[in-house]
DNA sequence: CGCATTTGACCCGCGC
DNA sequence: GCGCGGGTCAAATGCG
């Protein structure tokens, strides 16, 4: 994760879980705006050891609030993202696998000149194949690090924007990796078990049911700019409620294009879908964890990969939503919103191992 | 010479 | 059953 914060997102981190079923695609974004310059600048915070993280609405997108601070590493947690916890994300993927699930694939989108991006991973390739809808052809790669690794990727220039990339791992490596591939790694994995344990399904039931296909795939978005920090969250599987709506995420917050009460019940049960997803998986708070501090470590010339979370320094202190203030209403470009069912969240991650 | 890449053929799942 | 499209295979080719 750090080597795309380093190289590709100065400015801009998130994640998109998505899944199809029938030919309707569903997502869940959660993507981290810009840090603020106070957040980013100077040694101060880093001596005091906190950093926060703040957010808001923007663009009538919901946005969480994350208190961040660093700890110096200790013996106990030296291992926080090592072992068991591999284990026990490996064990939740095969076990899907082998019911009614595709094997889980994890997607990174970022803007990068170069054919791939650089995993700290090494790859072979094995075949290229222009897929319908994109000029640009989609290569496949497998990791060649240990024979038999059943780990491959598949690389493809967006159609709509040709600077950005887009990277889909698949599988769990079966061997050890390079540091410098770790952070990468268990992000990935972490976030591929965050969707296929089910984390992300809410109590609502067309939640359930749109993410409950084959194939679930989550999308680590790393191109899109931002004013301001954020944690957007957005589930354009509303789009089949309000089919006038363009947008492709979110659709929900052009609330003029959609019925107002089905737009605040899609809110309310994503938002006890991202609480139930922060809580209720470890993996994932590491994940968000790790791409946070690689984040902050990257923008202070730190050492990269991630290393703060591999020796368990960091944590995630809270995850709170919060309204958007009116002056920000004001200046938003988009509709204004019509539910506040977004204040009930607030959920409290003191442990992020 | 060994390894990686290229590229057309082939396989397989899915929708009609 | 058939066609389409995604994914993989493997022989040919390129490169250091």
């Given at each position: 994760m750090s080597l795309f914060l380093e190289t590709q997102m100065k400015d801009h981190l998130g994640l998109i879980a998505k899944r199809e079923e029938g030919g309707e695609e569903s997502n869940l974004v959660l993507s981290l705006g810009t840090l603020s310059a106070k957040t980013l600048t100077g040694k101060e915070d880093r001596a005091k050891q906190t950093n926060h993280i703040e957010t808001d609405e923007v663009d009538g997108d919901l946005s969480l609030g994350l208190e961040y601070f660093q700890q110096a590493p200790s013996p106990d947690n030296h291992?926080?993202?090592?072992?068991p916890k591999k284990d026990v994300v490996a064990e939740e993927i095969i076990s899907h696998q082998q019911t009614n699930m595709k094997r889980a694939r994890v997607s990174v989108r970022a803007r990068c000149d170069t054919p791939t991006m650089n995993d700290g991973c090494h790859w072979r390739k094995y075949g290229q194949k222009t897929a319908k809808g994109n000029p640009c052809p989609r290569a496949y790669y497998r990791c060649?690090?240990?024979?038999?690794?059943p780990v491959r990727k598949q690389v493809q220039r967006c159609a709509?924007?040709?600077?950005i990339l887009i990277t889909t791992y698949e599988g769990t490596h079966n061997h050890a990796l390079p540091l410098s591939a770790t952070a990468v790694a268990s992000t990935t994995s972490a976030a591929a078990s965050m969707l296929v344990s089910g984390s992300?399904?809410?109590?609502a039931s067309q939640m359930q049911s749109q993410f409950a296909s084959s194939h679930p795939t989550v999308t680590l978005d790393l191109t899109a700019p931002s004013s301001t920090p954020q944690l957007k969250i957005s589930h354009p599987a509303a789009s089949r409620y309000y089919p006038s709506s363009s947008f492709g995420f979110a659709p929900w917050n052009r609330s003029s294009s959609g019925a107002p009460s089905q737009v605040a019940a899609s809110q309310s049960a994503l938002t006890e879908a991202i609480a139930g997803a922060i809580t209720s998986h470890p993996s994932f708070r590491s994940a968000l964890a790790a791409a946070i501090t690689s984040y902050i470590g990257g923008e202070h010339g730190a050492?990269?990969?991630g290393l703060f979370v591999e020796d368990g320094s960091s944590r995630i202190n809270d995850v709170h939503v919060h309204r958007q203030p009116e002056k920000e209403k004001a200046l938003a470009m988009q509709a204004p919103r019509s539910s506040t069912v977004f204040d009930s969240l607030n959920l409290n991650l003191n442990q992020i191992q």
């Open positions: 291992d926080n993202l090592k072992g060649t690090i240990a024979p038999g690794c709509e924007d040709m600077s992300l399904t809410s109590s050492p990269p990969h």
